[in-house]
């Protein structure tokens, strides 16, 4: 039988049928590239979304804690508070059975000191030269440790207290405060002002009036918060 002849290739359509396939070839890279690309921002989103909600988690859970310590130290002073009221002016209040003899940091980790501080206004008599005048001046009446003689002439003796205390007097409410100090460390305090039993001043008139002093806990801020995001 007669040999066929070989059709020669068209030069175009060579040219065309690689086209198609360097074309066909790049849209499958372009697509494997997108998928890629969605897949990784797909777990970016969702990395950013654990972190979000672990970094929800953890300030909820620390916002709980602290709740809870502080709720420690305002369950102390309120129970301080009914041992002062109860007891007759002008003896001075023993706040010995809060702790039953144990240190107060066994109790409240952080809590150096608790103390019950009162006022007394000196009046001058007045003379010819001068009128009459009134000085007030602040004392640490007891507390816990009993002998803190250090700290006693700190309260005695820190503007920056004494102001934190009056104000706190008319407002009636407890307040947690930095308190700075010279040359260490700033403490923070919790000040909660006490005022006569049987009363229930409304003003700040009648709140100090009835107004029978402070107390004041101390409370060092490294070992409160330590463990605090754990």
């Known amino acids: 039988p007669p040999m066929l002849a070989e059709r020669p290739i068209d030069p175009e359509r060579r040219r065309l049928s690689r ?65 002062v009221q109860a007891t007759p002016v002008p003896q001075e209040p023993d706040l010995g059975p809060l702790t039953e003899g144990r240190p107060l940091m066994r109790l409240v980790p952080g809590l150096e000191s608790m103390d019950w501080i009162e006022r007394t206004v000196t009046v001058s008599s007045p003379d010819d030269a001068q009128p009459s005048s009134s000085e007030a001046q602040w004392r640490r009446r007891a507390g816990l440790p009993m002998h803190n003689p250090q700290w006693a002439h700190e309260l005695s003796t820190h503007a920056a207290l004494h102001a934190l205390l009056e104000q706190q007097a008319t407002t009636g409410a407890l307040a947690l405060a930095p308190l700075p100090k010279p040359s260490a460390r700033t403490r923070w305090v919790l000040v909660l002002p006490v005022y006569r039993l049987g009363t229930e001043p409304a003003t700040s008139v009648q709140r100090e009036r009835s107004l029978q002093g402070w107390l004041v806990a101390n409370l060092s801020l490294d070992p409160w918060l330590a463990g605090l995001a754990d």
Request: charged share 25%.
């Open 19 to 83: 086209r198609r396939v360097v074309w066909g070839a790049f849209r499958a890279l372009c697509a494997g590239l997108a998928l890629t690309l969605l897949l990784v921002l797909g777990l970016a989103w969702q990395a950013r979304q654990t972190q979000h909600e672990q970094a929800r988690r953890l300030s909820e859970r620390v916002e709980l804690e602290l709740e809870r310590r502080l709720a420690q130290v305002q369950q102390l002073l309120g129970m301080a508070r009914v041992l």
